[in-house]
């Protein structure tokens, strides 16, 4: 089932004839559920809550002159896949060094159970922020109407991927997928992992001019030069690396071996 409950709380205030006032918050949440009987195959949670908020001041200067100032953030903190600590764990039923509570996923690719498996995936969250901050001014000269400004966008993703790990059976031991689990024969292995959140952020910076110029009484010309600065990927600890393609050199952010200008912005 989905359930989804959203809402909004706009206001608007004229507080003198030359200042304008407006503000937004919007909130939904959505809950997406997988829910399985069958205890070993899991459940899941999908939790997918949304936050926006927006102040807009606009204030009039004289007829000519008018100043627009605008704050925003928009909020997404996702939460995906089974909870933490389930019902079963790979430490209950007996599976020796496994590293996280979760069941590992196990999957079958010959005989009856071909295309079967039960357990996994593991949860993740995605956390991501956008804040934004903008100011336009619009100068009103004679035939022109001209919009001039900066926007500056903050990108902030904070990421915690938990894997549960896997185990594979082919058949390759006994002939038969489902009785190489019987014998504790897997094919292929993938340790679970935690994980931890890493965080990445960037930013953009733009500045921008607009002229729409009234020509004619017929023609307008709508003129416009904007500018945009995407700053890279950083890791708010430098945890990320990379590699040289010919060399094979490893990279890692904030190393001083590394050839880049920024060296934070490997990913």
């Known amino acids: 089932y989905t359930n989804q409950d959203q809402g909004d709380i706009k206001v608007d205030w004229n507080a003198s004839t030359k200042d304008h006032v407006y503000g937004r918050y919007s909130q939904a949440n959505i809950f997406n559920p997988n829910l399985n ?26 007829p000519t002159f008018v100043n627009d100032f605008r704050v925003g953030v928009n909020y997404l903190p996702l939460l995906i896949g089974v909870p933490y600590g389930t019902i079963i764990s790979p430490q209950g039923i007996g599976i020796p060094g496994a590293p996280t509570p979760y069941l590992p996923g196990f999957s079958f690719s010959t005989g009856n ?14 956390a991501d922020t956008v804040g934004q901050v903008g100011d336009t001014a619009i100068i009103s000269r004679g035939r022109h109407t001209m919009h001039v400004g900066v926007q500056i966008f903050r990108s902030r993703m904070n990421t915690n991927i938990q894997q549960s790990g896997s185990f594979r059976f082919s058949g390759q031991y006994t002939g038969a997928a489902e009785a ?3 014998a504790g024969l897997p094919t292929g292995i993938i340790g679970g992992n935690l994980g931890g959140t890493w965080g990445q952020r960037s930013t953009l910076a733009a500045g921008f001019f607009q002229d729409d110029w009234k020509v004619t009484p017929t023609l307008t010309l709508n003129l416009g030069l904007r500018y945009e600065l995407n700053t890279p990927w950083v890791e708010v600890k430098d945890r990320q690396a990379n590699f040289g393609l010919i060399s094979g050199t490893e990279y890692i952010a904030g ?3 590394c050839p880049y200008s920024n060296c934070r912005a490997l990913y």
């Open 37 to 62: 009987s069958v205890a070993v195959l899991n459940s899941t949670q999908n939790l997918f809550p949304a936050n926006n908020g927006v102040v807009d001041y606009t204030r009039s200067f004289n």
């Open 113 to 126: 159970l071909t295309g079967g498996g039960f357990g996994g995936p593991g949860g993740s969250v995605f």
């Open 180 to 182: 190489d689990f019987m």
């Open 255 to 257: 190393a001083p071996n």
